[in-house]
């Protein structure tokens, strides 16, 4: 079992910075592919970034390459995810999943979910 709490949301205008935060309960957090995913009003939950479990491959949707950058420290027992470069579009509430590999995550194979942190862009 897997706890999963995230933080770091908040109200930024447009071309800002956020970084959110996840802290995962559980000694087996290292075993786990770890990611991201946004839900905007109305819209259906989509995929944002994932990453392996050493660390060393990391996935991204198209809409967010170049701007976000996800990364963990199993010693922590954390995964962030830093968000550049902040759009309207950008905005949802993201949750942060935990599954059996990064590539599983960016497939939508999650076995666990945060209760999710909303993030809000100004134009």
């Known amino acids: 079992q897997v706890q999963l709490v995230e933080s770091g949301g908040g109200l930024v205008h447009t071309g800002g910075s956020l970084r959110l935060s996840c802290a995962a309960s559980g000694r087996t957090f290292s075993s786990y592919g770890m990611g991201w995913f946004r839900q905007a009003p109305g819209k259906e939950r989509e995929f944002v970034a994932s990453i392996s479990t050493s660390g060393v491959s990391t996935y991204y949707a198209d809409s967010v390459k170049g701007r976000f950058t996800i990364s963990r420290d199993n010693a922590k027992n954390t995964v962030w995810l830093q968000m550049n470069s902040l759009k309207p579009e950008d905005t949802a509430i993201y949750y942060c999943?935990?599954?059996?590999?990064?590539?599983?995550?960016?497939?939508?194979?999650?076995?666990?979910w945060g209760q999710g942190t909303q993030v809000t862009v100004s134009s």
């Open positions: 999943a935990a599954g059996g590999s990064g590539v599983a995550i960016a497939n939508r194979n999650v076995e666990y």
